[in-house]
């Protein structure tokens, strides 16, 4: 089994565990769900301390906490009382134990300024609440590692992916 | 009454909701994540809402109580309500969300005053509604 800073991307779906950190109660019981009907093992926590605690990631650079589970992606909101997500990225990408791990943020706010700023900081993507089966199914591409390579075009940019897409959900006639 | 009558009725009352424009399709993304692992997912999701609203709604009454307003707190915990309203598809309650962070922006006590009734109202019209169609839908089964 990879240890965190050896990331080699699971085969099997199954396998995959994803942290969501979302202060919202109702917001977490949805992303639960909507990450397990995609397969995942899902953590939920109700914050960005807590969710550095569940990574094992601690204030002093390289040592690993007895809270350390091994989690293939992270997805985050952006707004939460003490650390923000944006926080909790740069915290992620500053480690050199876990900055491997995708980040994705999510945002009730399409603000491009914001979704740049965290693009820039090294997040994978930056889904607009509420979120949708559509955008969950999305991730899994990053769960395995291809979604990474996928994106970068030839100068090595990523593609702002997402500024709101509609998925196609039809209301009853 | 026949089940087929009582499936007739739920159905009409469900499009009925989404038609006066009480619910938006995220309602439809939480139906769609229902299965028979988890038979009354919405209604839990909606419950959790409702539980958690309340906090939210006596938390606004609480920072009321207080003058001068402290705007930014008021804006804060709409923020959340309507976070979560959005979550389950709640339209109405998030237009009057959306209206009372508007006044608080610009320290608007009249229009905040307003707001937050019309918000109360909507919630409590919409937790109504929902009720009516979870019992319906669960007779019909």
């Known amino acids: ?173 | 009454m026949e089940r087929n009558q009582l499936q007739r009725q739920a159905a009409y009352m469900r499009n009925t909701l989404f038609d006066q424009g009480y619910l938006d399709e995220q309602f439809l993304q939480l139906e769609d994540l229902q299965d028979e692992a988890n038979p009354k997912f919405v209604e839990e999701v909606v419950k959790l809402f409702y539980t958690d609203s309340a906090r939210l709604i006596r938390s606004i009454e609480l920072t009321l109580e207080n003058t001068p307003w402290d705007f930014e707190k008021l804006d804060k915990i709409m923020h959340q309500f309507k976070g979560s309203s959005s979550s389950i598809g709640a339209k109405k309650v998030k237009k009057e969300c959306t209206q009372f962070q508007e006044y608080c922006k610009v320290g608007n006590v009249e229009g905040c005053m307003r707001t937050f009734q019309e918000v109360k109202q909507e919630h409590a019209a919409l937790k109504r509604k929902l009720e009516n169609y979870f019992q319906l839908a669960r007779e019909a089964r």
């Open chain 1, 1 to 173: 089994m990879a240890k965190n800073g050896d990331f080699s991307p699971p085969l099997d779906p199954h396998e995959v565990h994803v942290l969501a950190v979302d202060d919202s109660l109702v917001d977490r019981k949805v992303i639960e769900k909507l990450l397990r009907i995609i397969s995942c093992k899902v953590t939920a926590v109700d914050s960005g301390i807590r969710a550095l605690q569940i990574l094992g990631l601690n204030e002093e650079e390289g040592s690993v906490g007895y809270d350390e589970i091994k989690v293939d992606l992270v997805i985050t909101d952006y707004c939460m009382p003490g650390m923000t997500g944006y926080e909790l990225l740069k915290k992620i990408k500053g480690s050199s134990t876990f900055r491997e791990i995708p980040v994705v943020i999510m945002s009730s706010e399409n603000v491009l300024a914001r979704i740049d700023r965290c693009l820039e900081e090294g997040a994978e993507d930056f889904i607009v609440k509420p979120v949708k089966l559509c955008d969950v199914e999305r991730l899994k591409s990053y769960m395995f590692g291809e979604g990474r390579i996928q994106r970068q075009n030839a100068n090595g940019e990523f593609n702002k992916t997402k500024l709101h897409e509609t998925c196609n959900v039809s209301l009853p006639s």
